[in-house]
């Protein structure tokens, strides 16, 4: 383990925790500020969460949107990604015919919530079937303008995919797409704190992310960008106070979303000291850190690739701070209901106390390894990876 790191962590020593993507981890520092919080809340939750409240998510969201590169004007708290996902489309309104396009790589809960909607309204859900291994991110947005027809009206693309890891060339499908009068909604669950971005001029109509995992902000943490032009009728899935209030000195869009009902709304008012805590970690601040674990996860990959004779699935720049490598075939495997653990994970876990997930793709018998890297994990840590995969995979 890197000590110095691993030291701002409350990670189990036992575990070789190889699965940042999934959960995320949060360091101890910020956890001690969301305590801090709860503490004063619980002292006196009228005055916290009447009058209080409303200045201390203000200063949240803007240093939350100074870092995405957006107007604090435009972006809105939620507790995950699903939520921002299912609160946009939830919202759209659409007519019988109309097409919603997505990618066959699309996570299984976005997925769900596109293909609700799509029932609700009568409307077609078309998947783009990616090419797999992927040659280049052009092969990308070729597949998918490919099922573009006069009657798509949205895109629902991860920005890094769950599923492969793969980094999704979201500025080239975005404007391609808006030069046709569609709308784009970015699942970007991994994208905070992975790769840099800028909100302003990515040109998304919709882009949800989770603070919780790269950013390592407290669970409950995430965010809904909605651009301008796009705010007038969108509503949270808890509709409350803000829907009639008489305001004028906030949009409409900020007295609907910033208080949506009774929560702990500590998560989110700890994102700006997990953007510090993670941002002090190296001398150069977030553009190093980004930098650094994605250069770990590159060498990952090409450790596993070339100990378990596979080649990478895809080019470096599509690689973020995740990468996965597919693994050879023989080794006993289970149907995959959403959220199954295969039995090879279960292995690693019980046997090596390596924490890291295995995932049937693009369906079983093919499966493949995906590993994350922050700056807590070593080259050791991938290292008995490979060694406890040859193990098992004998």
């Known amino acids: 383990m890197s000590a110095p790191f691993r030291s701002h962590w409350g990670l189990d020593p036992e575990v070789r925790f190889l699965n940042h993507g999934s959960y995320g981890a949060c360091p101890t520092a910020v956890l001690q500020k969301q305590a801090e919080l709860r503490a004063r809340m619980e002292s006196e939750p009228v005055r916290f969460l009447h009058r209080e409240?409303?200045?201390?998510?203000?200063?949240?969201?803007?240093?939350?949107?100074?870092?995405?590169?957006?107007?604090?004007?435009?972006?809105?708290?939620?507790?995950?990604?699903?939520?921002?996902?299912?609160?946009?489309?939830?919202?759209?309104?659409?007519?019988?015919?109309?097409?919603?396009?997505?990618?066959?790589?699309?996570?299984?809960?976005?997925?769900?919530?596109?293909?609700?909607?799509?029932?609700?309204?009568?409307?077609?859900?078309?998947?783009?079937?990616?090419?797999w291994p992927v040659t280049s991110s052009q092969s990308v947005v070729d597949a998918v303008l490919a099922h573009v027809t006069p009657r798509t009206r949205l895109l629902l693309v991860d920005h890094i995919s769950s599923q492969t890891a793969l980094v999704m060339p979201i500025a080239r499908l975005i404007s391609e797409l808006r030069e046709k009068g569609i709308e784009t909604l970015v699942d970007g669950a991994h994208g905070p704190?992975?790769?840099?971005?800028?909100?302003?001029?990515?040109?998304?109509?919709?882009y949800t992310g989770n603070c919780h995992k790269w950013l390592c902000a407290p669970k409950g943490a995430a965010f809904l960008h909605v651009r301008r032009d796009l705010q007038e009728g969108l509503m949270p899935l808890a509709v409350s106070h803000g829907r009639n209030?008489?305001?004028?000195?906030?949009?409409?869009?900020?007295?609907?979303f910033d208080w949506t009902g009774t929560h702990d709304p500590s998560a989110a008012l700890c994102v700006p000291e997990a953007l510090r805590v993670m941002g002090g970690l190296l001398p150069g601040g977030w553009p190093e850190l980004m930098a650094a674990n994605r250069s770990k996860?590159?060498?990952?990959?090409?450790?596993?690739?070339?100990?378990?004779?596979s080649a990478p699935a895809c080019p470096e720049d599509m690689v973020g701070s995740m990468a996965v490598v597919t693994?050879?075939?023989?080794?006993?495997?289970?149907?995959?209901?959403?959220?199954?653990?295969?039995?090879?994970?279960?292995?690693?876990?019980?046997?090596?106390?390596?924490?890291?997930?295995?995932?049937?793709?693009?369906?079983?018998?093919?499966?493949h390894v995906r590993v994350s890297a922050q700056v807590y994990n070593t080259a050791d840590e991938y290292q008995a990876l490979a060694d406890a995969l040859e193990a098992l995979l004998r």
């Open 53 to 131: 409240i409303e200045p201390l998510l203000d200063a949240a969201r803007a240093t939350l949107a100074d870092f995405l590169g957006a107007d604090a004007e435009d972006v809105s708290f939620v507790t995950n990604a699903t939520s921002g996902v299912t609160t946009v489309l939830r919202s759209l309104r659409f007519e019988p015919g109309d097409e919603l396009l997505t990618t066959d790589h699309e996570y299984n809960a976005s997925r769900n919530a596109l293909d609700f909607v799509a029932a609700h309204w009568g409307v077609k859900v078309v998947v783009a079937k990616l090419p």
């Open 193 to 206: 704190g992975m790769v840099p971005l800028t909100l302003r001029t990515l040109g998304a109509g919709y």
């Open 245 to 256: 209030s008489p305001r004028t000195d906030r949009s409409r869009f900020r007295l609907n």
């Open 297 to 309: 996860a590159l060498a990952a990959r090409a450790l596993l690739c070339e100990r378990l004779k």
């Open 327 to 367: 693994l050879p075939p023989g080794y006993p495997v289970q149907p995959e209901p959403p959220l199954y653990l295969d039995p090879l994970h279960l292995r690693l876990f019980d046997e090596y106390r390596i924490e890291v997930p295995i995932t049937a793709w693009p369906r079983p018998p093919h499966r």
